[in-house]
């Protein structure tokens, strides 16, 4: 290592030891020799502080570990400028040997060469405590200029070691009565411990850390309605380990207070099994069907994929994984498979194992009740697709509407009651076929039992392009649609069956309209744009703003899915692309920006995006299919260009809508059509690190709680 030159005196507040001030105290007036404990070079993992000349570093582990990196080595540095120097150590406990498996090593430093180095390393196999004194002998320093330190190794028994697997919580929630665990406790095998607290900083006034004696876990209580941007907190918890001793262990970070950062997500995504039909669930039913942990609605980056429109970033572990709900179960839909690599998101191309229903206007429905401290959610929903045909030359199925909302005010303990569609299955020809819309109304607030917010599907409805309010409930999941004081259409409408596009609408005396930074403030959203010939199919709404009527291959609009492409007359035509519910994506086929930037940002590409010859590993409009908007996946093909066959096989239903909110492809001369795919609903809230409320539709909305806007590493 270089010579590190620093002043000649190096105390206690000028280096800390492990965080905090060694255990030792500096006897030497002069303290010429730097020394580091762990890996010299302080921005190294293995670093783990420099201490002062006279220090006493104490190492507790248990037998049979090896001792660790950090605490293994101890380096000296400026002493060996002129002259050779030594490092020694002597017992200082009696013993005339060192302990079973621990070994010596040193590496003697000469002039203007590297760094003194001394180490005990090895496994530790005997319980006991051992006590060395290190020394450096530098021949051309005064007495004064001289350096030692005391290095302790106390070895417990195996599992005695209190090890912490957490660190401190991040976020405390408000209003919350109940503990809430801060700092998890450790485990460790001796059965007497017992467990203290101290140097507490930085928490509100009244919100007081107390721990378990017997767990050595911390929590706050009785927390009020405390609202505050992440700041510095710290706390030290210490183990007594009896004859053992005792072990501190210091949580510090960042701690803000509000709306638990959470999310709920019901849709395909996360479904637990294959759905064919409706299905209304009863309270408490929703964890039976759809996976709580599995809260993401968007799809997770893809490599080297320049028309992904993914929020996430490549393995980043946020985001679904590609079979994320439904797991298809034939081989070639394995890891490798080229429909699983380029965005299966719980859907299959096949007439039996496909979420979509032979019914119009299907669904899934049941009921949320608010979590804990949550006060105000943010919810957004996208309709199903509906079908594209098998008889030759007939059409494609129209993509979903979208919907989001902000700052919906809710109780803790309120049931919300939540639906989401299911796609149309493939039919013979074009007609009243229509996909389920997807929505989220009051039910336990008293009178209050009006829809916050309504995605429609994609085709036909049987009330044209007006509102849902009190329609036919068969088109509506069995529910009267009431409240809804804004109703968006857009260019969806023209056919009245299953070729039209999802309209979208809100309650807008609900939640916190935003501004479009002009002045005007409204409520977004985003219907799908209609069928306009050649057989495709169509994608999903965006979240800023109507698509438009759309020709094959055309790209999303506002984050949308793209519109398939008509490849060949053969083999049937390609399906829409869906759309992610994790908020608005990054880049896509109308702009490579960020959403802030640029409204357009996270559309999906048209189906014949790219180069035809040499489609990149993880294309979403792989082979003609609309490409996915948002993290959506893409829409299956038609004719495969390169082999002249079609997705799975040459038979009917296979060109499906991608999700959410897919229109199904259209026929060919041999075979065609595809199912709808289905719609989905999910709600956030909470904070982020900095304080700022989670919104839609870019702000802290993805899952990942430090990229505060879509896109964002």
């Given at each position: 290592?270089?010579?590190?030159?620093?002043?000649?005196?190096?105390?206690?507040?000028?280096?800390?030891?492990?965080?905090?001030?060694?255990?030792?105290?500096?006897?030497?007036?002069?303290?010429?020799?730097?020394?580091?404990?762990?890996?010299?070079?302080?921005?190294?993992?293995?670093?783990?502080?420099?201490?002062?000349?006279?220090?006493?570093?104490?190492?507790?582990?248990?037998?049979?570990?090896?001792?660790?990196?950090?605490?293994?080595?101890?380096?000296?540095?400026?002493?060996?400028?002129?002259?050779?120097?030594?490092?020694?150590?002597?017992?200082?406990?009696?013993?005339?040997?060192?302990?079973?498996?621990?070994?010596?090593?040193?590496?003697?430093?000469?002039?203007?060469?590297?760094?003194?180095?001394?180490?005990?390393?090895?496994?530790?196999?005997?319980?006991?405590?051992?006590?060395?004194?290190?020394?450096?002998?530098?021949?051309?320093?005064?007495?004064?200029?001289?350096?030692?330190?005391?290095?302790?190794?106390?070895?417990?028994?195996?599992?005695?070691?209190?090890?912490?697997?957490?660190?401190?919580?991040?976020?405390?929630?408000?209003?919350?009565?109940?503990?809430?665990?801060?700092?998890?406790?450790?485990?460790?095998?001796?059965?007497?411990?017992?467990?203290?607290?101290?140097?507490?900083?930085?928490?509100?006034?009244?919100?007081?850390?107390?721990?378990?004696?017997?767990?050595?876990?911390?929590?706050?209580?009785?927390?009020?309605?405390?609202?505050?941007?992440?700041?510095?907190?710290?706390?030290?918890?210490?183990?007594?380990?009896?004859?053992?001793?005792?072990?501190?262990?210091?949580?510090?970070?960042?701690?803000?207070?509000?709306?638990?950062?959470?999310?709920?997500?019901?849709?395909?995504?996360?479904?637990?099994?294959?759905?064919?039909?409706?299905?209304?669930?009863?309270?408490?039913?929703?964890?039976?069907?759809?996976?709580?942990?599995?809260?993401?609605?968007?799809?997770?980056?893809?490599?080297?994929?320049?028309?992904?429109?993914?929020?996430?970033?490549?393995?980043?572990?946020?985001?679904?994984?590609?079979?994320?709900?439904?797991?298809?179960?034939?081989?070639?839909?394995?890891?490798?498979?080229?429909?699983?690599?380029h965005g299966v998101m719980g859907i299959n191309p096949t007439s039996t194992q496909i979420m979509c229903s032979a019914s119009n206007h299907a669904y899934v429905s049941g009921f949320w009740v608010v979590p804990g401290g949550v006060t105000s959610i943010c919810a957004v929903a996208v309709g199903a697709g509906s079908m594209g045909c098998f008889q030759w030359s007939a059409d494609g199925g129209g993509g979903g509407g979208l919907a989001w909302m902000n700052g919906i005010t809710v109780v803790p303990g309120e049931v919300l009651q939540w639906c989401w569609g299911l796609g149309k299955s493939v039919e013979a020809s074009n007609g009243s076929y229509g996909g389920?819309?997807?929505?989220?109304?009051?039910?336990?607030?008293?009178?209050?039992?009006?829809?916050?917010?309504?995605?429609?599907?994609?085709?036909?409805?049987?009330?044209?392009?007006?509102?849902?309010?009190?329609?036919?409930?068969?088109?509506?999941?069995?529910?009267?649609?009431?409240?809804?004081?804004?109703?968006?259409?857009?260019?969806?409408?023209?056919?009245?069956?299953?070729?039209?596009?999802?309209?979208?609408?809100?309650?807008?005396?609900?939640?916190?309209?935003?501004?479009?930074?002009?002045?005007?403030?409204?409520?977004?959203?985003?219907?799908?744009?209609?069928?306009?010939?050649?057989?495709?199919?169509?994608?999903?709404?965006?979240?800023?703003?109507?698509?438009?009527?759309?020709?094959?291959?055309?790209?999303?609009?506002?984050?949308?899915?793209?519109?398939?492409?008509?490849?060949?007359?053969?083999?049937?035509?390609?399906?829409?692309?869906?759309?992610?519910?994790?908020?608005?994506?990054?880049?896509?086929?109308?702009?490579?920006?960020?959403?802030?930037?640029?409204?357009?940002?996270?559309?999906?590409?048209?189906?014949?995006?790219?180069?035809?010859?040499?489609?990149?590993?993880?294309?979403?409009?792989?082979?003609?299919?609309?490409?996915?908007?948002?993290?959506?996946?893409?829409?299956?093909?038609?004719?495969?260009?390169?082999?002249?066959?079609?997705?799975?096989?040459?038979?009917?239903?296979?060109?499906?809508?991608?999700?959410?909110?897919?229109?199904?492809?259209?026929?060919?001369?041999?075979?065609?059509?595809?199912?709808?795919?289905?719609?989905?609903?999910?709600?956030?809230?909470?904070?982020?690190?900095?304080?700022?409320?989670?919104?839609?539709?870019?702000?802290?909305?993805?899952?990942?709680?430090?990229?505060?806007?879509?896109?964002?590493?």
């Amino acid at each position: 290592m270089a010579r590190i030159r620093r002043k000649l005196k190096i105390t206690g507040d000028e280096y800390n030891f492990g965080g905090g001030a060694s255990s030792g105290s500096s006897t030497s007036a002069g303290g010429f020799v730097k020394i580091a404990k762990g890996h010299p070079n302080r921005n190294n993992a293995s670093h783990d502080g420099f201490f002062d000349n006279g220090s006493t570093i104490t190492i507790a582990m248990d037998a049979g570990g090896a001792i660790s990196e950090k605490d293994q080595y101890i380096y000296f540095d400026n002493a060996f400028e002129t002259g050779t120097g030594t490092v020694t150590y002597e017992f200082l406990n009696g013993d005339t040997a060192l302990p079973a498996g621990v070994s010596w090593a040193t590496n003697t430093d000469g002039s203007n060469t590297d760094t003194g180095e001394a180490r005990f390393y090895g496994t530790p196999s005997a319980v006991g405590t051992n006590s060395f004194k290190v020394k450096v002998d530098y021949p051309y320093g005064s007495a004064a200029e001289q350096v030692s330190m005391t290095y302790t190794l106390k070895v417990l028994p195996t599992g005695t070691t209190p090890i912490w697997t957490g660190t401190l919580a991040p976020l405390i929630a408000q209003n919350v009565t109940d503990p809430q665990i801060i700092v998890a406790g450790p485990t460790t095998n001796y059965s007497g411990a017992t467990y203290t607290l101290s140097n507490v900083s930085g928490f509100l006034s009244g919100v007081n850390p107390v721990i378990d004696s017997e767990t050595g876990a911390v929590s706050v209580s009785n927390v009020g309605a405390a609202v505050q941007a992440a700041s510095a907190h710290a706390l030290t918890v210490t183990v007594d380990l009896g004859e053992y001793g005792t072990v501190p262990k210091t949580f510090s970070g960042n701690v803000s207070y509000g709306d638990p950062y959470g999310a709920r997500y019901f849709g395909p995504a996360n479904y637990k099994q294959n759905q064919q039909s409706s299905l209304a669930l009863s309270l408490g039913e929703e964890d039976t069907y759809h996976n709580p942990s599995k809260s993401s609605g968007a799809l997770r980056r893809e490599w080297n994929a320049p028309e992904d429109t993914s929020p996430y970033y490549l393995n980043d572990t946020y985001g679904c994984m590609a079979n994320g709900g439904y797991t298809p179960s034939q081989s070639f839909y394995d890891q490798g498979g080229d429909y699983y690599k380029h965005g299966v998101m719980g859907i299959n191309p096949t007439s039996t194992q496909i979420m979509c229903s032979a019914s119009n206007h299907a669904y899934v429905s049941g009921f949320w009740v608010v979590p804990g401290g949550v006060t105000s959610i943010c919810a957004v929903a996208v309709g199903a697709g509906s079908m594209g045909c098998f008889q030759w030359s007939a059409d494609g199925g129209g993509g979903g509407g979208l919907a989001w909302m902000n700052g919906i005010t809710v109780v803790p303990g309120e049931v919300l009651q939540w639906c989401w569609g299911l796609g149309k299955s493939v039919e013979a020809s074009n007609g009243s076929y229509g996909g389920g819309a997807s929505w989220l109304r009051r039910h336990s607030g008293g009178a209050n039992q009006e829809h916050i917010l309504f995605a429609q599907g994609g085709g036909w409805t049987g009330y044209s392009d007006g509102s849902p309010n009190g329609k036919n409930t068969s088109y509506t999941g069995g529910v009267t649609v009431s409240g809804l004081t804004h109703w968006d259409k857009g260019n969806g409408y023209a056919a009245n069956n299953q070729r039209d596009g999802g309209g979208w609408g809100v309650r807008t005396e609900e939640g916190s309209p935003v501004d479009d930074g002009t002045g005007t403030t409204f409520h977004y959203g985003g219907g799908a744009p209609m069928y306009s010939g050649d057989r495709h199919g169509m994608g999903a709404g965006g979240y800023r703003g109507n698509g438009g009527q759309t020709g094959q291959s055309t790209a999303g609009y506002y984050g949308g899915g793209g519109a398939g492409y008509d490849y060949s007359s053969t083999h049937g035509y390609g399906a829409g692309g869906g759309v992610g519910l994790d908020g608005q994506g990054e880049k896509g086929g109308r702009a490579n920006a960020d959403p802030r930037a640029n409204p357009n940002a996270g559309s999906g590409y048209g189906g014949s995006g790219g180069n035809w010859t040499s489609y990149g590993f993880g294309s979403p409009n792989y082979r003609g299919g609309g490409g996915g908007g948002s993290g959506g996946t893409r829409g299956a093909y038609g004719e495969n260009q390169f082999t002249g066959g079609a997705e799975n096989g040459n038979g009917n239903g296979h060109r499906v809508g991608g999700l959410h909110g897919g229109g199904g492809g259209g026929s060919g001369t041999s075979s065609g059509g595809g199912h709808g795919a289905s719609g989905g609903l999910r709600i956030i809230w909470g904070t982020g690190e900095d304080g700022t409320a989670r919104s839609f539709p870019y702000t802290y909305c993805s899952e990942k709680p430090s990229m505060k806007y879509n896109g964002e590493h």
